[in-house]
């Protein structure tokens, strides 16, 4: 149990690690956010296409991938529909405040982490010798990029950076939560996880069409935000290839 738990929190963290390139950052201007926004698509694509999907595929079938692409999908519109401007107050602090965007890609990140907390619980609690710190480490670094990714998010709703920091990091903690159950109920959580990883490939799909790539190629990057994507494309099929 303490070996998943360790494997599941460095995972974890890894969310808030991606972040904290944020930090630092004092201004950016808006050609290098569209550049970071086409490279961080890029980075869940490759995620999505050369890990999350084969992954379920390979333990289950087409169906099962398809309808849980489609469900993902399909929940993600319906919250991008129904999702309202939100507002979190402070006392001492001015507001925080979110938009439908935002809140999309905080829910897209945090429901991609289920399943693969649940993956690194499943993997240690495997036969496998040696699984479950490779599917940890894999996992952790295909995290640091979509911590990234939210954190940058939320500094364009003109959150604070440290705030920013945290709520990134805090949407990488469910999968200490997941990993644990699913080392604990593997026997009934490991059929579950297929259906889980497409279901969080559907959502990121979703999220890149819809979200990253218009926002990106909007104001007149375009070409340099191409290049950026392919860029983090072929750099998470690396990342995948020396540590899937």
């Known amino acids: 149990m303490q070996s998943v738990l360790l ?10 690690i991606g972040a904290l390139p944020i ?3 004092r201004t950016m201007s808006h050609r290098l956010r569209d550049i970071l926004l086409a490279f961080t698509a890029g980075i869940m694509v490759s995620a999505t296409m050369f890990n999350l999907i084969p992954v379920a595929l390979e333990n289950s079938n087409l169906l099962t991938v398809g309808i849980g ?5 399909t929940v993600l519109s319906l919250m991008e529909s129904n999702f309202p401007h939100i507002d979190l107050d402070h006392r001492s602090r001015p507001s925080v405040s979110f938009d439908s965007k935002s809140m999309l890609i905080i829910t897209a ?3 991609h982490n289920l399943p693969e907390g649940l993956s690194v619980g499943v993997s240690y609690a495997s036969e496998s010798e040696g699984l479950g710190p490779l599917i940890a480490l894999a996992i952790g670094l295909q995290n640091a990029p979509e911590g990234f990714l ?9 959150v604070n950076k440290f705030t920013a920091f945290l ?12 990993g644990l159950l699913g080392y604990t109920l593997t026997a009934y959580v490991a059929s579950l996880v297929p259906y889980g990883l497409a279901f969080a490939a559907g959502a990121m799909l979703f999220i890149v ?10 104001d007149g990057n375009a070409s340099a935000s191409t290049y950026s994507f ?12 020396w540590f899937g």
């Open 109 to 111: 990140i945090t429901l």
């Open 230 to 241: 392919i860029l983090g494309l072929i750099t998470m099929i690396a990342l995948i290839e």
């Open 209 to 218: 069409y819809k979200e990253l790539i218009p926002e990106s190629h909007g």
């Open 167 to 178: 709520i990134a990091t805090m949407t990488g903690m469910v999968e200490i939560v997941t």
């Open 69 to 73: 692409i489609l469900i993902g999908t």
């Open 150 to 158: 939210v954190a940058l998010f939320l500094t364009y709703q003109k």
């Open 7 to 16: 494997g599941s929190i460095i995972s974890a963290m890894a969310t808030g």
């Open 23 to 25: 930090l630092m950052f």
